[in-house]
């Protein structure tokens, strides 16, 4: 099957830190955009950060500073490392892989072709 799968969610304290994997399964994530979604209780989804074929990176302003994005092309891995998290962070996150990503405005665009399931983090006292 061709499938990503995100793992690496779970329960942190504010301030804390996780580390979250999405790792291909049946294809290569090497000529693919990556990026990372999350969708809050109640809430829409919306983007959180990017990662080129090429390795150039992208952030919501929201995430700035906090979280940072990188691939493993060897482990066929993206991975998004969380730091200084926020109860308004708590969210499932799935991450997508796209052959296309549109940068304009000061943001990114991404049609995904492959989405994970999602994995759930919850940032709480």
């Known amino acids: 099957q061709e499938q990503l799968v995100e793992s690496g969610g779970g329960l942190v304290q504010p301030g804390g830190s996780l580390r979250l994997s999405c790792a291909a399964a049946?294809?290569?994530?090497?000529?693919?955009?990556v990026a990372w979604f999350r969708q809050a209780p109640g809430k829409e989804p919306e983007g959180v950060s990017c990662?080129?074929?090429?390795?150039?990176?992208d952030y919501k302003d929201f995430v700035k500073g906090r979280f940072i994005i990188s691939r493993d092309n060897v482990k066929n891995t993206v991975y998004l490392q969380m730091n200084s998290l926020r109860p308004e962070d708590t969210a499932v996150y799935y991450c997508?892989?796209?052959?296309?990503?549109?940068?304009?405005?000061?943001?990114?665009?991404?049609?995904?072709?492959?989405w994970g399931q999602g994995t759930r983090v919850t940032v709480s006292s």
């Open positions: 997508a892989a796209s052959e296309f990503i549109l940068r304009r405005d000061g943001t990114w665009y991404l049609t995904p072709d492959y």
């Open positions: 049946g294809f290569s994530l090497d000529h693919y955009n």
């Open positions: 990662i080129s074929s090429d390795g150039t990176i």
